[in-house]
C-alpha cells in the first residue's frame, strides 16, 4: 500500500504504521514462513511487488556479470594487492602490493579483503577478483530498494534500483576492483541506517550508521565524511525524542564510528615500522599523513606532496591538472556522461519532494528521507565540483544511489498527487528537462546510434507535456505518458551503460560508455578534442598524455593506455615536474594516435585502448603511471627462473609496472616508490642493503622514475643499478641482474 504524502496546507497526520510492520510479524498478525516472506514480502505490499523486486536484483546481477572477465585484472594495481593478500595474511591485513610486503597501496586495504578471500577460495582469475565487485552492486541496490520501499510505493523502490543500475558509471565501478564499489555501498547502508533511526529514535540505528561510516573510512579515507555533516544536522533537528537524547545518539555513533574506522590505523600506527610494509603514497611511512595529506585536504587544495606534479596545485582560474572545476564539472564534457544523466531530475525531485512535505510535522520520516538523500547529494556534489587534487571520472559512482533514491521517491510524490497541477506540471517539466539533457550528452558522442538522442528528445518533451496534465487525463492516457516518459529518461543511460558492459576497462584511470564519452584534460579538454580520446584506459592528466594534438611520444617509445607525455594542444609537452630519466623533452621515436577508435599506435606496434595494456616500444616492458607492462613469455620466464630464492623476483619504479610481473608471474616483485615512484621507500641504502643480502634477482629497467616529486629515491636506485649491474634484454623488455655485477 502506498504511503499518504502531505500537499502542503495538509495538518500533521502520525508516523506511517508500514515500519513496525517490517520491524515484527507481531502485533496480531500471522509470521509468514520464512521462504514465504522472502518471496512475498510485506503483507500490504502488492503481490507483484516482492517478485518484481527480486527479478530486478537478478537483471542486475546478470547484466553485471555479463563479459565480466574481458577487464581481464582490470586495475592492476589493486589486483597484485588481492594476489599477495591471498598468498599472505599480513599482507591482506596492511594492503601490501606484494606478498613480501615492501610497500602497501596508497589506501586502506577494506576493500581488498573481500576481493583477496575470493582469490583464495577460487584461484586467481578475473571473476575471482571482480564477482565480489558484482555482489556490492546487487547489495547496493538490495539496500536501496529497502530505503525507499519502507515510506514510499513499491514501484518507487523499483524506479530507484532501475536508474541506480542504469548509471554508467555504477555499471562501470561495480565491475571493476577499485575501493569505490564498497565505498558506495556503505555510504548507502549509512543513509540507511540513520533513516531507522528517524523512524523511532531508536539508538542501534545511529550506532550501526557509525559503524558503516567507520567501515567505508577503512575503503577511502575520508571521503566516507562528506555526507556526515547533512546527516548529523537532519538527525539532530528532525529525529524523535529530547535534543539531549538526539545529541547522546549523535555522540555514541561518533564512538562507533572512531572503533570501527580507528583500530586497524591505530595497530598500523603502533606496529614497529621495520616490520610492517611502507605506507604507500605517504612521505613519511605514515597512514595519518596519507590520511590527511595525499587523500585528505591534498585531494581538496591540490597540494599532494609526491602525486603526479609534485603537489603543485590547481592551476587557477576555474581549473586544475584535474580537469575544470567549478559547479558546473558533473555536467561537463569530462565528467556529465558518467553520472548527470538523471541528476537535473534528482535535484528538481528534491526541491519538489521538501516542497510537498514541507509543512509536515517535525519527526515526518518522508521528508527526512529528501533531505537525507538530497544533503549527501549535494554535499558530495559540491566537494567534487571544487576540488583541485586528483579527481577522476569514476569518483561520481558515489553520488549514483543518492540521485537514484530521489528519482525514486520525487517521481512517486509527484504522482500521488497529480490531482494538483503543480505537482504534475513539476513532474512534466522534470521528464521534459531529463529528455533535453539525454539529448546534450548523446550530441557529445554524434556517432554513436545517432538516432536515440531525437528519440528521447520528441519523446520525453511529448510525454513531459501528457504528464504535465495527467490529472486530467484518462487513466489510460496518463499511464501511457508515463510510460513513455520513463522510458525517455533511462533510454541514454541505458545505451551508455550497455556500450560500458560490452567493453573491457584495465588501467587506472577508466571511464564508461561509447568511446570519446568523457574526455579528461585539464582546460584544453572536451569531446571534439578528436585525437586524444582513449577508450578502456580512460584519459590522462594533463602531461600524462595526448589532449587535442597529435602528440609524439618520448624516447623511452610508446606506452599504450597512457600515451606518456605527449603534445598537447599543439605545443610541445612536457612532465610537470620535467623530463623523466632518458626521456628529455619528449621529442622521440614513437607516436601515439588515439582518435576515438580505441586503437594506439607506436614505435613497437599497435596495441587495443580497451585493453589498456601493450607493447611498449624504446626501452620496452616499461610499466607507466596509470597502466601496467605487457609481460612477454620469454620475460615471465626469465622473473621465474630460481625466483624462491629471493624475497623478491625484481623489483621495478612504479607500482603498474611491479603489478605487471607480479601477476604474470606469481611471484612477488618490489615496487620501488609506490604508484607514482615517489615514495621514498626504498632508499638507495636500503636497497643496496637487499641487494648485498641476495634478497632481489633482478631490477626491471624503465619506470616512471619518480616522475611525482618526493626524495627522488627511484631515480638514484635506477642509476646506481645501471652503473653497476648486467644488463639482460629480453625481448624488448630490459632487465639487470643483480647477482651479476659490472667487472
Same mark, same amino acid.
Request: proline share 6%; aromatic share 8%.
Given at each position: 500500500?502506498?504511503?499518504?504524502?502531505?500537499?502542503?496546507?495538509?495538518?500533521?497526520?502520525?508516523?506511517?504504521?508500514?515500519?513496525?510492520?517490517?520491524?515484527?510479524?507481531?502485533?496480531?498478525?500471522?509470521?509468514?514462513?520464512?521462504?514465504?516472506?522472502?518471496?512475498?514480502?510485506?503483507?500490504?505490499?502488492?503481490?507483484?511487488?516482492?517478485?518484481?523486486?527480486?527479478?530486478?536484483?537478478?537483471?542486475?546481477?546478470?547484466?553485471?556479470?555479463?563479459?565480466?572477465?574481458?577487464?581481464?585484472?582490470?586495475?592492476?594495481?589493486?589486483?597484485?594487492?588481492?594476489?599477495?593478500?591471498?598468498?599472505?595474511?599480513?599482507?591482506?591485513?596492511?594492503?601490501?602490493?606484494?606478498?613480501?610486503?615492501?610497500?602497501?597501496?596508497?589506501?586502506?586495504?577494506?576493500?581488498?579483503?573481500?576481493?583477496?578471500?575470493?582469490?583464495?577460495?577460487?584461484?586467481?582469475?578475473?571473476?575471482?577478483?571482480?564477482?565480489?565487485?558484482?555482489?556490492?552492486?546487487?547489495?547496493?541496490?538490495?539496500?536501496?530498494?529497502?530505503?525507499?520501499?519502507?515510506?514510499?510505493?513499491?514501484?518507487?523502490?523499483?524506479?530507484?534500483?532501475?536508474?541506480?543500475?542504469?548509471?554508467?558509471?555504477?555499471?562501470?565501478?561495480?565491475?571493476?576492483?577499485?575501493?569505490?564499489?564498497?565505498?558506495?555501498?556503505?555510504?548507502?547502508?549509512?543513509?540507511?541506517?540513520?533513516?531507522?533511526?528517524?523512524?523511532?529514535?531508536?539508538?542501534?540505528?545511529?550506532?550501526?550508521?557509525?559503524?558503516?561510516?567507520?567501515?567505508?573510512?577503512?575503503?577511502?579515507?575520508?571521503?566516507?565524511?562528506?555526507?556526515?555533516?547533512?546527516?548529523?544536522?537532519?538527525?539532530?533537528?528532525?529525529?524523535?525524542?529530547?535534543?539531549?537524547?538526539?545529541?547522546?545518539?549523535?555522540?555514541?555513533?561518533?564512538?562507533?564510528?572512531?572503533?570501527?574506522?580507528?583500530?586497524?590505523?591505530?595497530?598500523?600506527?603502533?606496529?614497529?615500522?621495520?616490520?610492517?610494509?611502507?605506507?604507500?603514497?605517504?612521505?613519511?611511512?605514515?597512514?595519518?599523513?596519507?590520511?590527511?595529506?595525499?587523500?585528505?585536504?591534498?585531494?581538496?587544495?591540490?597540494?599532494?606532496?609526491?602525486?603526479?606534479?609534485?603537489?603543485?596545485?590547481?592551476?587557477?582560474?576555474?581549473?586544475?591538472?584535474?580537469?575544470?572545476?567549478?559547479?558546473?564539472?558533473?555536467?561537463?564534457?569530462?565528467?556529465?556522461?558518467?553520472?548527470?544523466?538523471?541528476?537535473?531530475?534528482?535535484?528538481?525531485?528534491?526541491?519538489?519532494?521538501?516542497?510537498?512535505?514541507?509543512?509536515?510535522?517535525?519527526?515526518?520520516?518522508?521528508?527526512?528521507?529528501?533531505?537525507?538523500?538530497?544533503?549527501?547529494?549535494?554535499?558530495?556534489?559540491?566537494?567534487?565540483?571544487?576540488?583541485?587534487?586528483?579527481?577522476?571520472?569514476?569518483?561520481?559512482?558515489?553520488?549514483?544511489?543518492?540521485?537514484?533514491?530521489?528519482?525514486?521517491?520525487?517521481?512517486?510524490?509527484?504522482?500521488?498527487?497529480?490531482?494538483?497541477?503543480?505537482?504534475?506540471?513539476?513532474?512534466?517539466?522534470?521528464?521534459?528537462?531529463?529528455?533535453?539533457?539525454?539529448?546534450?550528452?548523446?550530441?557529445?558522442?554524434?556517432?554513436?546510434?545517432?538516432?536515440?538522442?531525437?528519440?528521447?528528445?520528441?519523446?520525453?518533451?511529448?510525454?513531459?507535456?501528457?504528464?504535465?496534465?495527467?490529472?486530467?487525463?484518462?487513466?489510460?492516457?496518463?499511464?501511457?505518458?508515463?510510460?513513455?516518459?520513463?522510458?525517455?529518461?533511462?533510454?541514454?543511460?541505458?545505451?551508455?551503460?550497455?556500450?560500458?558492459?560490452?567493453?573491457?576497462?584495465?588501467?587506472?584511470?577508466?571511464?564508461?560508455?561509447?568511446?570519446?564519452?568523457?574526455?579528461?584534460?585539464?582546460?584544453?579538454?572536451?569531446?571534439?578534442?578528436?585525437?586524444?580520446?582513449?577508450?578502456?584506459?580512460?584519459?590522462?592528466?594533463? /602531461? *600524462?598524455? #595526448?589532449?587535442? %594534438? $597529435? =602528440? @609524439?611520444?618520448?624516447?623511452? +617509445?610508446?606506452?599504450?593506455? !597512457? &600515451?606518456?607525455?605527449?603534445?598537447?594542444?599543439?605545443?610541445?609537452?612536457?612532465?610537470?615536474?620535467?623530463?623523466?630519466? /632518458? *626521456?628529455? #623533452?619528449?621529442? %622521440? $621515436? =614513437? @607516436?601515439?594516435?588515439?582518435? +576515438?577508435?580505441?586503437?594506439? !599506435? &607506436?614505435?613497437?606496434?599497435?596495441?587495443?585502448?580497451?585493453?589498456?595494456?601493450?607493447?611498449?616500444?624504446?626501452?620496452? /616492458?616499461?610499466?607507466?603511471?596509470?597502466?601496467?607492462? @605487457?609481460?612477454?613469455?620469454?620475460?615471465?620466464?626469465?622473473?621465474?627462473?630460481?625466483?624462491?630464492?629471493?624475497?623478491?623476483?625484481?623489483?621495478?619504479?612504479?607500482?603498474?609496472?611491479?603489478?605487471?610481473?607480479?601477476?604474470?608471474?606469481?611471484?612477488?616483485?618490489?615496487?620501488?616508490?609506490?604508484?607514482?615512484?615517489?615514495?621514498?621507500?626504498?632508499?638507495?641504502?636500503?636497497?643496496?642493503?637487499?641487494?648485498?643480502?641476495?634478497?632481489?634477482?633482478?631490477?626491471?629497467?624503465?619506470?616512471?622514475?619518480?616522475?611525482?616529486?618526493?626524495?627522488?629515491?627511484?631515480?638514484?636506485?635506477?642509476?646506481?643499478?645501471?652503473?653497476?649491474?648486467?644488463?639482460?634484454?629480453?625481448?624488448?623488455?630490459?632487465?639487470?641482474?643483480?647477482?651479476?655485477?659490472?667487472?
Amino acid at each position: 500500500m502506498t504511503q499518504p504524502h502531505l500537499p502542503a496546507d495538509a495538518p500533521a497526520l502520525p508516523p506511517p504504521p508500514a515500519a513496525p510492520a517490517v520491524q515484527s510479524q507481531g502485533h496480531g498478525r500471522p509470521k509468514q514462513p520464512p521462504l514465504t516472506r522472502v518471496w512475498r514480502g510485506r503483507s500490504d505490499d502488492p503481490r507483484w511487488a516482492r517478485p518484481a523486486f527480486l527479478g530486478l536484483l537478478l537483471v542486475v546481477a546478470l547484466a553485471y556479470l555479463w563479459n565480466l572477465s574481458a577487464s581481464g585484472y582490470a586495475n592492476s594495481f589493486y589486483s597484485a594487492a588481492v594476489q599477495a593478500g591471498s598468498q599472505s595474511w599480513k599482507a591482506m591485513f596492511f594492503g601490501s602490493l606484494d606478498s613480501a610486503n615492501a610497500i602497501t597501496v596508497d589506501k586502506p586495504p577494506a576493500s581488498l579483503w573481500p576481493m583477496a578471500l575470493s582469490v583464495r577460495i577460487f584461484g586467481l582469475g578475473s571473476w575471482a577478483i571482480l564477482v565480489p565487485q558484482v555482489l556490492m552492486g546487487v547489495a547496493t541496490a538490495g539496500v536501496l530498494y529497502a530505503a525507499v520501499r519502507r515510506r514510499f510505493s513499491a514501484a518507487a523502490g523499483l524506479l530507484t534500483v532501475a536508474a541506480f543500475a542504469l548509471t554508467p558509471v555504477a555499471a562501470l565501478m561495480f565491475r571493476f576492483n577499485n575501493p569505490d564499489a564498497l565505498l558506495a555501498l556503505l555510504m548507502t547502508v549509512t543513509v540507511y541506517c540513520v533513516l531507522r533511526g528517524m523512524e523511532n529514535g531508536r539508538t542501534k540505528w545511529l550506532v550501526w550508521a557509525g559503524v558503516a561510516v567507520g567501515l567505508a573510512f577503512l575503503a577511502k579515507t575520508l571521503q566516507a565524511f562528506l555526507i556526515l555533516p547533512p546527516l548529523a544536522v537532519l538527525y539532530a533537528v528532525f529525529a524523535p525524542g529530547r535534543p539531549l537524547k538526539r545529541i547522546g545518539q549523535l555522540l555514541l555513533s561518533g564512538l562507533a564510528m572512531v572503533v570501527a574506522g580507528g583500530w586497524w590505523v591505530a595497530v598500523v600506527e603502533l606496529w614497529p615500522a621495520s616490520s610492517r610494509p611502507y605506507i604507500g603514497g605517504s612521505q613519511n611511512n605514515s597512514f595519518l599523513e596519507l590520511t590527511f595529506g595525499y587523500n585528505g585536504l591534498g585531494r581538496i587544495n591540490g597540494e599532494e606532496t609526491g602525486s603526479v606534479g609534485g603537489g603543485g596545485g590547481g592551476m587557477g582560474g576555474g581549473g586544475s591538472q584535474w580537469g575544470e572545476t567549478g559547479i558546473d564539472r558533473m555536467f561537463n564534457s569530462e565528467i556529465g556522461s558518467q553520472i548527470s544523466w538523471l541528476l537535473p531530475a534528482a535535484l528538481l525531485l528534491l526541491v519538489a519532494g521538501v516542497v510537498v512535505t514541507w509543512k509536515a510535522r517535525r519527526t515526518d520520516t518522508a521528508r527526512a528521507a529528501f533531505l537525507a538523500w538530497g544533503g549527501s547529494l549535494v554535499m558530495t556534489m559540491v566537494v567534487f565540483s571544487f576540488m583541485a587534487g586528483i579527481f577522476h571520472q569514476y569518483y561520481t559512482v558515489a553520488l549514483a544511489p543518492y540521485a537514484a533514491a530521489l528519482v525514486g521517491m520525487g517521481a512517486s510524490v509527484l504522482w500521488e498527487e497529480r490531482a494538483r497541477f503543480t505537482a504534475s506540471a513539476a513532474l512534466g517539466v522534470t521528464v521534459a528537462v531529463t529528455a533535453v539533457w539525454s539529448y546534450v550528452l548523446l550530441n557529445r558522442t554524434p556517432d554513436y546510434v545517432p538516432w536515440l538522442r531525437w528519440v528521447i528528445l520528441v519523446g520525453g518533451v511529448g510525454a513531459g507535456l501528457g504528464i504535465a496534465v495527467a490529472g486530467r487525463l484518462n487513466r489510460q492516457l496518463a499511464l501511457g505518458a508515463v510510460g513513455v516518459g520513463l522510458v525517455t529518461a533511462l533510454a541514454g543511460p541505458t545505451a551508455y551503460t550497455i556500450s560500458t558492459l560490452d567493453t573491457g576497462h584495465s588501467g587506472s584511470i577508466v571511464t564508461a560508455g561509447p568511446a570519446g564519452a568523457s574526455m579528461m584534460g585539464g582546460r584544453g579538454g572536451g569531446p571534439g578534442g578528436g585525437e586524444g580520446g582513449m577508450r578502456g584506459g580512460g584519459m590522462q592528466p594533463p /602531461g *600524462q598524455g #595526448q589532449q587535442n %594534438g $597529435q =602528440g @609524439q611520444q618520448g624516447q623511452q +617509445g610508446q606506452q599504450p593506455g !597512457q &600515451g606518456g607525455q605527449g603534445q598537447q594542444g599543439g605545443g610541445m609537452g612536457q612532465p610537470p615536474t620535467g623530463g623523466m630519466p /632518458g *626521456q628529455g #623533452q619528449n621529442q %622521440g $621515436q =614513437g @607516436q601515439n594516435q588515439g582518435r +576515438g577508435n580505441g586503437k594506439q !599506435q &607506436g614505435g613497437a606496434g599497435t596495441m587495443p585502448g580497451a585493453a589498456g595494456m601493450g607493447e611498449r616500444g624504446g626501452a620496452g /616492458g616499461m610499466g607507466g603511471l596509470l597502466n601496467g607492462a @605487457q609481460v612477454s613469455a620469454k620475460a615471465k620466464a626469465l622473473v621465474e627462473k630460481n625466483a624462491d630464492d629471493y624475497t623478491w623476483a625484481a623489483a621495478a619504479i612504479g607500482s603498474q609496472n611491479a603489478a605487471s610481473y607480479q601477476l604474470s608471474t606469481g611471484k612477488p616483485v618490489m615496487a620501488i616508490g609506490g604508484f607514482n615512484g615517489s615514495d621514498p621507500s626504498p632508499t638507495l641504502a636500503q636497497f643496496k642493503s637487499y641487494v648485498e643480502d641476495g634478497k632481489i634477482h633482478y631490477f626491471i629497467g624503465g619506470g616512471m622514475g619518480g616522475t611525482g616529486g618526493g626524495s627522488g629515491s627511484a631515480s638514484k636506485i635506477q642509476s646506481w643499478v645501471e652503473k653497476n649491474y648486467t644488463k639482460v634484454t629480453v625481448g624488448s623488455a630490459t632487465f639487470y641482474d643483480l647477482t651479476q655485477p659490472k667487472s
